[in-house]
């Protein structure tokens, strides 16, 4: 068998809050490029894009069959990011976006794209997962030996994440 070749997820991975997007299945070039999109790839620590997915299972048992079967039931998106904190540094007024935009009960959208260096712009057909957020609390993470002062915070899905490619 011929080795399968893979895409290494470090500095691969961009991670844009967009303001609002009309149309989550044709998301125009221009709304990822425009006022108000904030870029928080480099706020958030290697783990701090933590999505997760639970389906549920919907039992299908036959009278003819002594075999329960299955079928997918409803999905729950959740979504929890970890990033750094310059609150109170130096840097705090120019080096703070992630805080700063992600303020509890916003609303946003979350596009994340994968697979590409994470400061290329984005482009027409490029992939895309579109994710409409409303911002929890934030919760400041206790202080560590050799780290850096980080906050966690879940982001609620509240409508359909939709994975899709970008128009001109």
Known sequence: M????????????CVLVVPAIADLEAVPVASLTGAGVVDISCYLTGDGYNPSLDQQVIADE????????????????????????????????????????????????????????????????????????KAGLHNDLPPEANSVLKTQQKQFITGRTVTSKLVA
């Open 62 to 133: 036959r009278l003819c069959s002594t075999e329960t079967f299955e079928q997918p039931g409803r999905a729950q998106r959740g979504l929890e990011t970890t990033y750094i904190d310059n609150t109170n540094a130096p840097n705090e007024a120019t080096d703070n976006k992630a805080k700063e935009t992600l303020v509890p009960y916003s609303t946003h959208v979350i596009a994340v794209r994968r697979g590409i260096a994470w400061d290329t712009a984005p482009a027409a057909d490029q992939t895309w997962t579109f994710s409409p957020i």
């Open 2 to 13: 011929s080795e399968i070749p893979s895409t290494p997820a470090d500095g691969n991975v």
